[in-house]
């Protein structure tokens, strides 16, 4: 008997008892839908977050947080040195780096009578610049007194007022080309604090950050001018010392000016996302403590991994309930065939062919079921992603997060569940088979079986 005629057979058999088979399929669908729904779950957070850790973020990005110091058990700050040796290594494309004025120093900057607290920094142009760095408006600095201003810098440039529940008035000119003041401080030797106002004028405005919820309102500085104020301080990084507080002589030491540049913010890019690993790792074991992207991504997946599979798992139960029904079923089907089993033997068909016959089957319904689950898996996907914002805004009032998916179904979950539903129908089907080819010719042609 050829493949095509066993397929025939089985086809007409099954035509017999449709309602029956049909509840059969019906309960496979299920079991397979709800495999790779439940699974699904898993995938959508999955692709959620990470869609929202790698939003407006470079992959080939390692952060370098400092530098563990053996005898203090402390970070300390990057140098010139370490950003020589970050430079030497291999793979490496670019390292930008930032230096901040000490958080103690307070600097206001000010136009007419709007005023703002911004952070202050340093940065390395030309590596921000060969890492795509973009402004909004105006170009780079190129003398001195020259700064870029963050994107909502204007917006937080407001007119001070007494009365907190007036309404802020933020600035309403053109920034690019205006003259700012920056006004800084430290404590004399008479514990009188001395002010020094220093002029700064805006040629251009950085990009809006990718993350809608951060806000940029820092103002980047050259050089000259951050070595200038740590002259007016005689400390690091323009540390304010107050007068009230006895410092340690070690401190002291510490935040004494020697010309040396400390870095609070490296970051270090490859030439690709495939070499972040390799630097990433030569950069800890020299000390370093670092982050990035690609290993938050990969501890994610870790953790997603172990989920997915136990989702998975979870799932399968359903199908082996289903494959319950399989069974019956094909066990009255070699009971309801059994004359037709007795002639087929009476003229010499092989066992394995009896036992092919009931496999097919068996396999029918289980790709049927498969098909049919996996259609209506994505009908409920879908379904599921478009009302859950919805669901979640009446019953918290709140917006759901923006591009949450709850859940996604990928190729592989398709492959993996319908995969497991053929072979559940397949072993469902191969005990009445095997009863089918051991079956007596004359018990079967008096369907004494």
């Known amino acids: 008997m050829k493949f095509i005629d066993k397929i025939r057979f089985v086809r007409q058999n099954m035509k017999k008892n449709r ?3 049909f509840m059969t399929v019906l309960a496979t669908a299920i079991g397979c839908a709800f495999l790779i729904m439940l699974a699904s779950v898993g995938f959508g957070l999955q692709k ?19 530098k563990e110091d053996q005898s203090t058990e402390n970070k300390s700050f990057m140098n010139d040195e370490d950003i020589e040796y970050f430079e030497s290594i291999d793979d490496v494309k670019a390292v930008t780096r930032l230096q901040y004025l000490h958080y103690s120093q307070e600097a206001v900057v000010s136009i007419e009578d709007y005023k703002i607290q911004p952070r202050v920094a340093v940065s390395y142009f030309p590596a921000e610049v060969e890492m795509g760095m973009e402004l909004s408006e105006g170009r780079l600095p190129s003398t001195d007194n020259e700064i870029l201003v963050g994107y909502n810098f204007k917006e937080y440039l407001e007119k001070p007022s007494e009365d907190t529940n007036e309404p802020k008035v933020s600035y309403e000119e053109e920034l690019i080309g205006q003259n700012l003041q920056l006004k800084i401080r430290k404590f004399d ?3 009188n604090i001395e002010y020094k106002t220093i002029p700064l004028k805006v040629v251009g405005i950085k990009e809006k950050l990718a993350n809608e919820f951060d806000k940029d309102t820092n103002i980047t500085i050259s050089d000259a001018l951050f070595q200038q104020i740590e002259e007016f301080t005689q400390t690091k990084k323009g540390e304010v010392l107050f007068q009230e507080i006895e410092y340690e002589e070690d401190y002291l030491v510490g935040v004494q000016l020697n010309g040396e540049r400390l870095y609070d913010r490296v970051s270090v890019y490859t030439q690709n996302v495939e070499q972040v690993k390799g630097v990433s790792e030569e950069i800890r074991e020299k000390g370093y403590i670092n982050t990035s992207v690609t290993d938050q991504i990969q501890e994610i997946n870790a953790l997603f991994l172990v989920m997915k599979i136990g989702l998975i798992f979870v799932g399968t139960i359903a199908l082996i309930i289903a494959s ?5 079923t094909m066990t009255m089907a070699v009971t309801e065939r059994s004359s037709d089993i007795g002639i087929m033997k009476a003229i010499g068909a092989h066992p394995s062919t009896i036992r092919q016959i009931f496999l097919i089957e068996s396999s029918y319904i289980g790709i049927l079921g498969a098909l049919i689950g996996t259609v209506s898996a994505f009908v409920l996907s879908k379904a599921v992603n478009l009302g859950l914002p919805f669901l979640i805004e009446t019953m918290s009032e709140e917006t759901s997060p923006e591009g949450l998916m709850f859940s996604y179904i990928p190729l592989s979950l398709v492959v993996i569940s ?3 539903s053929i072979l559940v129908a397949v072993f469902s089907g191969w005990r009445p088979a095997k009863k089918a080819t051991s079956v007596d010719v004359l018990k079967a042609m008096r369907r004494d079986i």
């Open 19 to 21: 309602m029956r088979v």
């Open 324 to 328: 319950i029904g399989i069974f019956n």
């Open 189 to 191: 030797q008479t514990g």
């Open 418 to 420: 319908a995969s497991i």
């Open 48 to 66: 959620s977050i990470i869609t929202d850790l790698t939003e407006g973020k470079v992959l080939n990005e390692i952060y370098i947080h400092g």
